[in-house]
């Protein structure tokens, strides 16, 4: 049976995280809120409690998990250097939205790092993904608590659907705020390299350390990505979704007798004059964070059964646009090119 507490009540909300970090250093798994989508924790040191996180999500052996930790001393005990690159990276961003990717001192189990010579460590700023952390005094495994192979969880009921019945509780501390995952960032070499883009941007470390790179099998060149988990197909909504470029009542009407229903995604100012089946208004264009917290919440609105085919607009890759169009291609089966 799988617990839920609500921590939007203070006082119960301390006790709820006791209890949730008392079953993590027990071995169990527990959802927990963290300001980027929600991860499925576990004691990261403990082989066979992050078994359970492999097991629950049906996620590939092969890819491995960011180890949650709550300050800069624990993140210490985890890696075997810290380049003075990724020190001012943490300085400047962390607790925050931004995972690092150094030299693993072999502290946390063999299956957190899939077998890799790194380790993925985050400091994530949700102040109930804090409490637990520093409650547990721990390294938590956490990837983010979906099904494999689904849109990331932003909301516990998200995390409820996917894995009620699979783990031991889920913190329910509402909606998270950044919408989509962290920036992965290789410290490993002379020039960092992004992994994978997300809540913080290419821009804002540029700001902080000069050049970084961008890994190029990001950019569909049929490269591995450094990332493992970058290579599998993320975020598919239960019907397919197409990416459209142009006018997206054009493509509409020209599939309209061809499917059934249609449903689309797309900006308020867009979605105000399309006519669909379905629409779905992911919040302004002005506010591209704003269409980052809506992006998966609306991935799953769209239900087999209800709707056939997904019509979505594209966005600027520019800011946290960078992770929503990589997010968004992933999702896609089809991308539609404008004329
Ligand atoms: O925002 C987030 O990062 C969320 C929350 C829960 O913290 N977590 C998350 O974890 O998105 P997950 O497991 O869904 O994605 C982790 C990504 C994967 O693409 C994985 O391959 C990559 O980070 N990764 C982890 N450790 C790595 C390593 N040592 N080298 C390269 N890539 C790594
Ligand atoms: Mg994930």
Redesign the pocket.
């Given at each position: 049976l799988t617990k839920r507490w609500n921590i939007n009540d203070n006082i119960n909300g301390k006790q709820a995280i006791n209890e949730a970090a008392e079953l993590l250093k027990s071995g169990s798994t527990v959802a927990f809120p963290?300001e980027?989508?929600y991860?499925l924790g576990a004691d990261a040191t403990n082989e066979t409690a992050v078994a359970g996180i492999f097991a629950a999500k049906g996620r590939p052996a092969d890819?491995?998990?960011?180890a949650?930790v709550a300050t800069k001393e624990q993140l210490k005990k985890l890696v075997s250097i810290l380049p003075p690159v990724a020190e001012k990276l943490i300085d400047q961003f962390s607790p925050g939205?931004l995972?690092y990717?150094l030299p693993s001192n072999g502290v946390c189990a063999t299956n957190v790092?899939a077998g890799?010579s790194?380790?993925?460590v985050?400091m994530?700023s949700h102040p109930v993904a804090q409490e637990l952390l520093q409650q547990c005094d721990l390294p938590i495994a956490?990837?983010?608590a979906n099904t494999s192979g689904k849109p990331?969880p932003t909301t516990a009921g998200h995390v409820w659907s996917d894995l009620e019945g699979k783990i031991a509780g889920v913190l329910d501390g509402g909606p998270t705020g950044v919408g989509v995952?962290?920036t992965?960032i290789d410290c490993t070499q002379e020039i960092p390299i992004i992994?994978?883009p997300?809540g913080v941007t290419r821009e804002q470390l540029e700001e902080v350390i000069g050049s970084v790179m961008v890994d190029p099998a990001l950019a569909n060149t049929g490269d591995k990505p450094?990332?493992?988990?970058?290579k599998y197909k993320h975020y598919a909504p239960e019907v397919p979704l197409w990416l459209v470029e142009g006018s997206l009542q054009n493509v509409v009407d020209e599939q309209r007798g061809k499917v059934q229903r249609i449903g689309v995604m797309a900006s308020t100012e867009t979605a105000a004059s399309i006519r669909a089946d379905k629409v779905i208004s992911l919040g302004s264009k002005q506010s591209l964070n704003e269409i980052a917290a809506n992006l998966y919440d609306a991935l799953r609105t769209f239900k087999e059964g209800d709707i056939d085919l997904i019509l979505c607009e594209t966005f600027p890759e520019q800011g946290i646009g960078q992770a929503i169009m990589n997010r968004l291609k992933k999702a896609a089966s089809v991308y539609v090119p404008g004329k």
């Amino acid at each position: 049976l799988t617990k839920r507490w609500n921590i939007n009540d203070n006082i119960n909300g301390k006790q709820a995280i006791n209890e949730a970090a008392e079953l993590l250093k027990s071995g169990s798994t527990v959802a927990f809120p963290t300001e980027t989508v929600y991860g499925l924790g576990a004691d990261a040191t403990n082989e066979t409690a992050v078994a359970g996180i492999f097991a629950a999500k049906g996620r590939p052996a092969d890819n491995p998990l960011i180890a949650h930790v709550a300050t800069k001393e624990q993140l210490k005990k985890l890696v075997s250097i810290l380049p003075p690159v990724a020190e001012k990276l943490i300085d400047q961003f962390s607790p925050g939205p931004l995972t690092y990717v150094l030299p693993s001192n072999g502290v946390c189990a063999t299956n957190v790092t899939a077998g890799l010579s790194t380790i993925g460590v985050r400091m994530p700023s949700h102040p109930v993904a804090q409490e637990l952390l520093q409650q547990c005094d721990l390294p938590i495994a956490a990837p983010s608590a979906n099904t494999s192979g689904k849109p990331s969880p932003t909301t516990a009921g998200h995390v409820w659907s996917d894995l009620e019945g699979k783990i031991a509780g889920v913190l329910d501390g509402g909606p998270t705020g950044v919408g989509v995952e962290s920036t992965v960032i290789d410290c490993t070499q002379e020039i960092p390299i992004i992994l994978r883009p997300g809540g913080v941007t290419r821009e804002q470390l540029e700001e902080v350390i000069g050049s970084v790179m961008v890994d190029p099998a990001l950019a569909n060149t049929g490269d591995k990505p450094k990332a493992p988990g970058m290579k599998y197909k993320h975020y598919a909504p239960e019907v397919p979704l197409w990416l459209v470029e142009g006018s997206l009542q054009n493509v509409v009407d020209e599939q309209r007798g061809k499917v059934q229903r249609i449903g689309v995604m797309a900006s308020t100012e867009t979605a105000a004059s399309i006519r669909a089946d379905k629409v779905i208004s992911l919040g302004s264009k002005q506010s591209l964070n704003e269409i980052a917290a809506n992006l998966y919440d609306a991935l799953r609105t769209f239900k087999e059964g209800d709707i056939d085919l997904i019509l979505c607009e594209t966005f600027p890759e520019q800011g946290i646009g960078q992770a929503i169009m990589n997010r968004l291609k992933k999702a896609a089966s089809v991308y539609v090119p404008g004329k």
